[in-house]
Nanobody, 119 residues
Framework: QVQLVESGGGLVQAGGSLGLSCAAS????????IGWYRQAPGKQRELVGT???????NYAASVKGRFTISRDNAKNTVSLQMNSLKPEDTAVYYC?????????????WGQGTQVTVSS
């Protein structure tokens, strides 16, 4: 059974930094694409960025240059480093893991972690 557990959320002032971590178990982690998403109150969940099995990353325009995604395949973890935080970055942040199995594309979500940026 695949499980994802996010950690590291909290309250930070605008301009500050915060790091999130997502620990995975029960999946072929090194072959998976990992995505970070966020959902602000009253808004749809949106993609923050992804990291492929190759280590290639892609970011939403709103966070590019401020956020960095990295992965440690030996520890089955992926991190999201957030710098120069803005109040509009306030949201619940989720990690998502996707891989292709004999059953097709599999997608799993963590429980989310709250990030609050005060102005």
């Amino acid at each position: 059974q695949v499980q994802l557990v996010e950690s590291g959320g909290g309250l930070v002032q605008a301009g500050g930094s915060l790091g999130l971590s997502c620990a995975a178990s029960g999946s072929p982690f090194s072959a998976a694409v990992i995505g970070w998403y966020r959902q602000a109150p009253g808004k749809q969940r949106e993609l923050v960025g992804t990291i492929a099995s190759t280590g290639n990353t892609n970011y939403a325009a709103s966070v590019k240059g401020r956020f960095t995604i990295s992965r440690d395949n030996a520890k089955n973890t992926v991190s999201l480093q957030m710098n120069s935080l803005k109040p509009e970055d306030t949201a619940v942040y989720y990690c998502n893991l996707q891989f292709t199995s004999s059953l097709g594309l599999r997608s799993y979500w963590g429980q989310g972690t709250q990030v609050t940026v005060s102005s």
